[in-house]
């Protein structure tokens, strides 16, 4: 089994910054892709950032430039580095990752539980 904790969210004004973290754990052979989801209130959960096992990276329009997606592989770890935040950037933050358990096994994908990000205008 793989667990992705996620932690980081929190409540911020405007203008502010947060920083979530996403650690995996478990039985792990290796981590290829990592990424990042929000789900406001009402809408469809959409991509914010993905990174590849060789940290190629893509990012939603809505957050290019103010936001930086990042991993650490020896903790299992994805970062997500907000900047700059608008209200619309509030919802449930969420990471996933595509595991391979044992080299016998194809990568699954698992998600997180989820973070609230509140940005107060």
């Known amino acids: 089994q793989v667990q992705l904790v996620e932690s980081g969210g929190g409540l911020v004004q405007a203008g502010g910054s947060l920083r979530l973290s996403c650690a995996a754990s478990g039985t792990i052979f290796s981590l290829n892709a990592m990424g990042w989801y929000r789900q406001a209130p009402g809408k469809q959960r959409e991509l914010v950032a993905a990174?590849?096992?060789?940290?190629?990276?893509k990012y939603a329009d809505s957050v290019m430039g103010r936001v930086t997606i990042s991993r650490d592989n020896a903790k299992n770890t994805v970062y997500l580095q907000m900047n700059s935040l608008k209200p619309e950037d509030t919802a449930v933050y969420y990471c996933?990752?595509?595991?391979?358990?044992?080299?016998?096994?194809?990568?699954?994908?698992?998600w997180g539980q989820g973070t609230q990000v509140t940005v107060s205008s």
């Open positions: 996933n990752a595509a595991v391979r358990p044992t080299r016998d096994y194809a990568a699954y994908t698992y």
């Open positions: 990174i590849t096992s060789g940290s190629s990276t």
